[in-house]
């Protein structure tokens, strides 16, 4: 009984492995088994029709694959990767130019803050103990450290986007410096 | 005030007010120091760690270091400028030509989209759109200054935008409208807005105020609140960490709540939001509301429970800053034919008169002791009395003028209560 010897080399020796399919008829030796086959007319004749079979399919995939190229079905340029090629597009422009405003300078700044009085202005941010319990913190500070300088908290009137004319009248009078906030 | 002055702020909106706000909106450099975020519902223990612990984020120098230098230090020569700024950097009318994918791209680069695919603004599109108005292109529509900048929204730019949400010219009008209220709510809380529109323009570009009518199923509702917030993107120039700080930001910026009234189906004697604001009922009106708040009943009304009793209890919840409820013709019936509300004003009224909260619960919305505190404590009414009450004193946070009911959507007995205050409205054919 005759056996397949699968570590035997499978060197192709047939006209077949070329083209796909038999050009000759005669004995071969078969591709898988090793062993020898007959080739017909009717083997030589199914061999063509097969091949010609495959490139006609080959040829309707790569043509449906073209056409949905085209369509935008595969995969679009810019999942490729930036600078994809494409057709050059002209599109307004959305942003609006912001101007600056005119610049001014700040006030000189103190030599010391000995015998001074600063203000500390709390504008309500986050409610009436935001700020304001921290600069009692700040005047404790001041208390301990630059007891000469007279700490005054304020709250501005009105909501926070409120200008308070009086309060800072009253600044520029009795103060030497002062601190507003806190925003958050 | 002509003395030494440095600005105190919290860390997460401090690089804001030295660099933007500087440039675009105050000119001076102002020295701030920079305290850790938050400030505000700290105990005094964290207040004291603030100022004798903790380092100024600004400078990195600890906190009374940073603050006693910025009223000491010696100018320097930029802080002692004055006159004229720097140019503008310029924005050219059209930008380099490129293609699809790269401007697609870039646009998001810039941050000019909501990040969902736009439509590109050729100049053939938006030569379309501006068939949509008698207005000239170069007609300046607002000049936007919050934030900062002076920024000069033409009609064309208006546009632009229309193009890039999708929009046809037939809605540009609306859209030139809604435009007239950009930016869209900003603020450290999840402040958003609510484009509501009224009239027969409603019925002309077939906008969805039935079934469905705050989700996303209509072309019109979903491409006027879109390009509503991509003008607040690119006109209004809110770009997160630069103009906008919200902590968690609101979902409702992609579509700003745009929906229509659904005038057919209100109950006799119940009249629309544009009239009972002094316009006539054949005026076409948009109105954009600003708020924070969007509460959704869930369930149908239930027999034993009139629907004013639970919408009253979902009320309590809103800050007592304004009220939209936005109901369904089917809960309008039931509270018009089985309730006795003969009129939105009735209702209104009720709801006023019904919706309680505590003091306590009122003044612990930081919104509110924001705006209103300080106006209390300069003995202000009614806030100073409110204020002195006990917390747990039940008050009225609402008047009945505060309290807007739109009808809207069908087939369901259900409802929403949100604290949007409605402005006036702008009419739509004005913009035709």
């Known amino acids: 009984m005759r056996t397949t010897d699968f570590r035997r080399p499978r060197t192709p020796v047939s006209p077949c492995t070329k083209r796909g399919y038999c050009v000759?008829?005669?004995?071969?030796?078969d591709t898988f088994t090793g062993g020898p086959r007959r080739v017909t007319d009717r083997h030589i004749s199914e061999g063509k029709e097969n091949v010609k079979n495959k490139r006609i399919l080959t040829g309707i995939t790569l043509t449906i694959a073209a056409a949905l190229a085209f369509a935008g079905l595969a995969p679009l340029p810019a999942q490729q990767g930036k600078g994809a090629s494409g057709p050059l597009i002209t599109v307004l422009n959305p942003a609006i130019e912001s101007k600056m405003v005119d610049r001014i300078p700040l006030s000189p700044r103190l030599d010391t803050l000995e015998g001074k009085t600063i203000y500390l202005v709390d504008i309500s941010w986050g409610g009436p103990e935001a700020a304001y319990s921290v600069f009692e913190e700040i005047q404790s500070w001041f208390a301990q450290n630059i007891p000469s300088a007279k700490i005054v908290i304020k709250r501005k009137a009105g909501m926070y986007t409120q200008d308070d004319p009086a309060l800072w009248k009253e600044i520029a009078k009795n103060g030497n410096a002062a601190l507003v906030g806190i925003s958050g | 005030m002509n003395i030494p002055t440095i600005g105190a702020?919290?860390?997460?909106v401090v690089n804001y007010a030295r660099g933007y706000d500087f440039e675009y909106t105050n000119g001076m450099p102002i020295r701030y120091v920079g305290f850790p975020f938050p400030v505000a519902g700290q105990p005094r223990s964290v207040a004291h760690s603030y100022v004798f612990e903790r380092n100024d984020v600004v400078t990195g120098k600890p906190m009374m270091q940073a603050i006693v230098d910025a009223w000491t230090k010696p100018l320097t020569e930029k802080e002692k400028i004055s006159g004229k700024p720097p140019e503008a950097r310029p924005e050219p009318r059209l930008l380099k030509a490129d293609t699809e994918d790269n401007l697609q791209q870039l646009f998001k680069d810039m941050d000019w989209t909501d990040y969902n695919p736009i439509i590109l603004p050729t100049e053939e599109r938006v030569a379309a759109m501006l068939k949509g108005t008698s207005r000239k292109p170069d007609e300046v529509v607002k000049v936007i200054n919050w934030p900062g900048g002076a920024r000069a929204m033409t009609v064309e730019k208006v546009a632009v935008c229309a193009v890039m949400a999708g929009a046809k010219p037939a809605h540009f009008p609306l859209i030139l409208?809604?435009?007239?209220?950009?930016p869209f709510g900003n603020s450290t809380s999840s402040m958003a807005n609510m484009i509501l529109v009224n009239g027969p323009v409603r019925n002309e570009l077939k906008m969805?105020?039935?079934?469905?009518?705050?989700?996303p199923h209509s072309e019109v509702n979903s491409v006027v609140g879109?390009?509503?917030?991509?003008?607040?993107k690119t006109a209004g120039n809110l770009h997160s960490g630069k103009t906008t700080f919200s902590g968690l930001g609101s979902n409702i910026q992609y579509n700003n709540l745009c929906i229509a009234e659904n005038e057919e189906a209100l109950p006799a004697g119940w009249q629309p939001t544009h009239v009972l604001k002094g316009f006539k009922p054949a005026d076409s009106i948009v109105t954009v509301g600003t708020g924070w708040s969007y509460i959704s009943s869930v369930g149908e009304v239930q027999l034993?429970?009139?629907?004013?009793?639970?919408?009253r209890d979902y009320m309590r919840s809103l800050t007592g800053m304004g009220a939209t409820v936005i109901m369904t013709p089917e809960v309008a019936g039931i509270l018009?034919?089985?309730q006795g509300f003969s009129t939105k004003r009735d209702l209104s009224k009720w709801l006023a008169e019904n919706v309680?909260?505590?003091?306590?619960?009122?003044?612990?919305?930081?919104?509110?002791?924001?705006?209103?505190s300080s106006m209390a404590m300069q003995g202000l009414e009614p806030f100073a009395s409110q204020r002195k009450q006990d917390p747990e004193t039940m008050m009225k946070p609402l008047q009945a003028g505060q309290v807007n009911i739109v009808v809207a959507g069908q087939g369901q007995t259900t409802w929403f209560v949100t604290d949007f205050g409605v402005g006036r409205g702008t009419k739509v054919d004005d913009w035709k």
């Open chain 1, 24 to 29: 000759k008829r005669g004995r071969i030796e």
């Open chain 2, 9 to 12: 702020a919290g860390a997460n």
């Open chain 2, 177 to 182: 409208a809604v435009s007239t209220a950009v």
């Open chain 2, 208 to 215: 969805n105020y039935g079934l469905n009518v705050m989700g």
């Open chain 2, 226 to 232: 879109r390009a509503y917030t991509l003008l607040s």
């Open chain 2, 304 to 311: 034993h429970y009139p629907p004013q009793h639970l919408i």
């Open chain 2, 336 to 338: 018009k034919d089985a």
């Open chain 2, 356 to 372: 309680e909260k505590t003091v306590g619960s009122y003044w612990g919305n930081g919104v509110i002791s924001t705006m209103y």
